[in-house]
């Protein structure tokens, strides 16, 4: 399995820097983290695994008829800037879930509930946030709702984080 946080692409916000608690260097203020394709996914279509990958929508795809795996985005208010941190991550909905919410629509929404696939770094490797999305929303990637995580990912998502948390997490990614 890859190391997730080697692949982690970090978008910079208007070129705004701040000095780093770690190195005393300047590093960019980042403010949207894209976690790289699944192993499931990248395996398949590289043919270093067999299996079957059907493409379902906006970078979903089933995996074996077993699972879907989607890419959705986790919003995190900065409370001092007019921004928020963004993460682009991936879930696991498991074909029974799939299943419920496809019969129970009307065709506006698909809510499903899924687990992350990476774990939020910053917020411990062994934290796997559970969260719901709605499939056929109108954005580039469904946003994600949280609905369980621990204690400190809880918080920030539903409070938001200063500028001075972000750059915490910057500095710890960027020296990890």
Not at 5 to 12: A, F, N, R, S, W
Not at 68 to 75: F, G
Not at 85 to 104: D, F, S, V
Request: with cysteine; net charge negative; proline share 5%.
């Amino acid at each position: 399995m890859q190391n997730h946080l080697d692949h982690l692409i970090i978008t910079m916000r208007d070129n705004q820097k701040f000095i780093c608690r770690r190195c005393g260097k300047p590093h960019q203020l980042e403010t949207v983290m894209e976690f790289p394709l699944p192993d499931d996914i990248s395996d398949i279509t590289s043919g270093r695994k067999p299996g079957e990958l059907k493409t379902l929508f906006k970078q979903s795809y089933l995996i074996d008829g077993k699972y879907i795996l989607t890419k959705c985005a986790l919003h995190i208010n900065i409370v001092d800037l007019p921004d928020e941190l963004e993460l682009q991550t991936w879930i696991r909905i498991e074909r029974a879930e799939a299943k419920r919410a496809y019969g129970n629509t009307d065709g506006e929404e698909i809510i499903v509930t899924g687990k992350l696939v990476y774990p939020i770094p910053f917020y411990g490797m062994s934290d796997y946030p559970v969260v719901k999305v709605d499939l056929v929303a109108e954005e580039v990637y469904p946003v994600g709702k949280l609905i369980f995580s621990s204690e400190a990912f809880r918080r920030d998502w539903h409070d938001g984080i200063t500028t001075a948390r972000l750059q915490e997490i910057l500095s710890d990614l960027h020296h990890a």
